[in-house]
């Protein structure tokens, strides 16, 4: 079964500073990866997703992300934090055994210091 | 165009008693997710439709029922209401492709004395 590591709980960065969150996935071929954030209260956004092609992927909101095979990692990049960025942010790979089902990682929750 | 919607926003039960969480999307989605969120365990797949009148179980099923009776329409049941139920659930739609994009209704906190 497929599954989706995020080893950092937490992250604090200063704004301005660069961010990079980690995801560690495991799957038996070729990934369909997402990355999610939920803002406080609120469901989850699509941030951006991989399914095949180029390995960088651009997202909303200035974020990007790289799909690594040999390191199975996808992870998650900002040049420049905003205060508005502080949030919990959640990898997910696609099952491809059908319903296009997710299995997210645990999250990384994102503070931002002014 | 409301997106997914989920009623109610909070609930408080005691121990044994039922409820039904209602999501509905007006985007005409195909597929519709019920998950539950904990803290430190990411979001668990409860049960999941990939049309109307269809069901199947997810991760994390047991303690919970769904019905899909109308296409934009998703209920979750809890017939009898465990502390261990206590999370916040959210709702999903998405279109029946692979790889789509899930859309997130705003949760609900359900909170189980």
């Known amino acids: 079964a497929q599954s989706v590591t995020q080893p950092d709980i937490h992250i604090t960065v200063s704004e301005g500073a660069s961010l990079e969150l980690r995801c560690n996935y495991s799957y038996g071929a070729t990934p369909y990866l997402f990355w999610y954030v939920q803002s406080p209260g609120q469901g989850l956004q699509l941030l951006l997703k991989?399914?095949?092609?180029?390995?960088l992927v651009q997202g909303i909101k200035g974020f990007e992300a790289e799909f690594k095979r040999s390191q199975s990692s996808f992870n998650l990049r900002k040049p420049s934090v905003h205060w508005s960025d502080a949030a919990e942010y959640f990898c997910a790979v696609g099952d491809a055994g059908g319903g296009n089902k997710l299995t997210f990682g645990t999250g990384t929750q994102l503070k931002v210091e002014l | 165009n409301a997106g997914v919607t989920q009623t109610p926003k909070f609930r408080v039960l005691k121990t044994g008693q039922s409820m039904t969480l209602l999501c509905a999307q007006d985007?005409?989605?195909?597929?519709m997710y019920w998950y539950r969120q904990d803290p430190g365990m990411g979001l668990r797949l409860i049960h999941y439709s990939v049309g109307e009148g269809t069901t199947a179980k997810g991760e994390v099923p047991d303690g919970y029922n769904v019905s899909r009776l109308k296409k934009q329409n998703f209920l979750l049941g809890l017939e009898s209401a465990a502390p261990s139920q206590t999370s916040v659930y959210f709702c999903?739609?998405?279109?029946?492709?692979?790889?789509?994009?899930?859309?997130f209704g705003p949760g609900t906190r359900l909170l189980v004395l």
């Open positions: 985007m005409n989605h195909e597929y």
């Open positions: 991989y399914f095949s092609g180029d390995t």
């Open positions: 999903a739609s998405s279109y029946d492709q692979e790889i789509e994009t899930q859309y």
